[in-house]
């Protein structure tokens, strides 16, 4: 079975800063994990996903995740945060077999100017 | 090339009533996902189809809720008797392969209000 925590289900940083959105996985099998980007009203953007290439993922706007096995996790971080930065971010997971997504709850983002 | 389209954006039904939700998937894309968001939730998967095919319905309540992506047009998420607990973001997802590898690409979303 897959699962995904994220902690924090808002973060505040200021404009300039590092953003660290954390993800961990729980999977039976070798994931395949997903970053998107949800601005209000809108339907979702995949930032970035990992599919057992490379560990460290660039993704759009300046975000990347690293993938480490040995502590399940799929942070997302971007060294400098913009206003446009602000919206809610999910983690997801899938399985090499199977059809579903799952989501993680959600982080909101909030940029300080 | 045009994104994953849904329609209507909005949508207000009185308890009772049927709500009828359209997704017309990327160019070239035979995979379709349905997903619910709850007011400060997560996605929730609902169903997978493909054209003429539903292929995983375990997210799917068992009563009241039905999905379709026939040969011609559009998918279609069906509910019927709406109560106030449907009142929620449904989106719909299309991928040209099968999700476990391929990206899925996202729609704007129904949002849809049961008063």
């Known amino acids: 079975a897959q699962s995904v925590t994220q902690l924090g289900s808002h973060v505040s940083v200021s404009e300039g800063a590092l953003v660290l959105l954390r993800c961990n996985y729980s999977s039976s099998v070798p994931p395949y994990l997903f970053w998107y980007v949800q601005y209000p009203n809108q339907g979702l953007q995949l930032l970035l996903k990992y599919t057992s290439a490379a560990t460290l993922v660039k993704g759009i706007n300046g975000f990347e995740a690293e993938f480490k096995k040995s502590e399940t996790s799929f942070h997302l971080t971007k060294p400098s945060a913009h206003m446009s930065d602000a919206a809610e971010y999910f983690c997801?997971?899938?399985?090499?077999?199977?059809?579903?997504?799952?989501f993680g709850t959600g982080t909101s983002l909030t940029v300080i100017p | 090339n045009a994104g994953v389209m849904q329609n209507p954006r909005h949508l207000v039904r009185r308890r009772g009533q049927e709500a009828r939700l359209r997704c017309s998937p990327m160019?070239?894309?035979?995979?379709v996902y349905w997903y619910r968001q709850l007011p400060e939730e997560g996605l929730k998967f609902m169903v997978y189809l493909q054209k003429e095919n539903i292929i995983d319905e375990s997210g799917m309540p068992k009563e009241r809720f039905s999905a379709e992506f026939p040969k011609e047009g559009p998918s279609i998420l069906r509910i019927q008797q709406v109560v106030r607990g449907d009142s929620a973001a449904y989106f719909c997802?299309?991928?040209?392969?099968?999700?476990?590898?391929?990206?899925?690409?996202f729609g704007p979303g129904t949002r849809l209000t049961v008063l």
């Open positions: 997801a997971v899938s399985a090499n077999t199977g059809n579903q997504f799952y």
């Open positions: 160019k070239g894309h035979s995979h």
């Open positions: 997802a299309s991928s040209r392969f099968e999700a476990s590898t391929d990206t899925q690409y």
